[in-house]
């Protein structure tokens, strides 16, 4: 079975700052990567995604994300953040052989002025 | 794009009302999901449909059930609703030909 952990519940940093927000999967086979961003009171939207190829993928706003298959990790970075990115961000997994999509528990990432 | 719609986006009830969570979306694609969000969380998946008619349970089924007569509508039931049942529903489906989900905003619903 899939799973996902995204170990920081809550990150903070300046407007400005770079930005890296962890997670990492447990999966035995090849994994079907995504990042998910939620606004307040909104649903949830697809930031990027990975499927194979090229282990770095590109997102909206800036974001990108790498999948480095040897440490089971996909994590997320941006340059320079921006106080509009502040929400929380869903990483999550999927695999060829079923229909689901397993989520982490999210992590809130708040920007200060 | 992708459109998946939630009817209502609020909804007040008393503990032992019935509940019916409205899910549609635009595109005829066969699957469809209804989850629950509670905070500190992430989604728990409550179902999955892979067509009108045919239902399967998620992770969380109990206390829940769904109807899917049309392929662009799913349904959440909650006979006889309780106050664990607070939080907010997400019904989702998948683009076509792909893996990723697309997510409606979700339905806040309150069980007093």
């Known amino acids: 079975a899939q799973s996902v952990t995204q170990p920081d519940a809550r990150v903070t940093v300046s407007e400005g700052a770079s930005l890296q927000l962890r997670c990492k999967y447990s999966?035995?086979?090849?994994?079907?990567l995504f990042w998910y961003v939620q606004y307040p009171r909104q649903g949830l939207q697809l930031l990027l995604k990975?499927?194979?190829?090229?282990?770095v993928v590109q997102g909206v706003n800036g974001f990108e994300a790498e999948f480095i298959k040897s440490n089971s990790s996909f994590h997320l970075r941006k340059a320079s953040v921006h106080w509009s990115d502040s929400a929380v961000y869903f990483c999550?997994?999927?695999?060829?052989?079923?229909?689901?999509?397993?989520f982490g528990d999210g992590t809130q990432l708040v920007v200060k002025p | 794009d992708m459109k998946v719609t939630q009817m209502p986006r609020y909804l007040i009830k008393r503990m032992g009302e019935n509940v019916l969570l409205e899910c549609g979306q635009d595109?005829?694609?066969?699957?469809m999901y209804w989850y629950r969000q509670d905070p500190g969380l992430g989604l728990q998946l409550i179902y999955i449909?892979?067509?009108?008619?045919?239902?399967s349970e998620g992770d969380i089924p109990k206390g829940y059930r769904v109807s899917r007569k049309k392929r662009e509508h799913f349904s959440l039931i909650l006979d006889s609703a309780k106050t664990n049942q607070t939080s907010v529903y997400f019904c989702?489906?998948?683009?076509?030909?792909?893996?990723?989900?697309?997510f409606g905003p979700g339905t806040r619903l309150t069980v007093l």
């Open positions: 999550a997994v999927s695999a060829s052989s079923n229909n689901r999509i397993f």
């Open positions: 999966y035995s086979g090849t994994p079907y």
């Open positions: 990975y499927y194979s190829g090229d282990p």
């Open positions: 595109m005829s694609h066969e699957t």
């Open positions: 449909s892979y067509d009108v008619d045919s239902n």
């Open positions: 989702a489906t998948p683009g076509t030909g792909s893996y990723e989900q697309y």
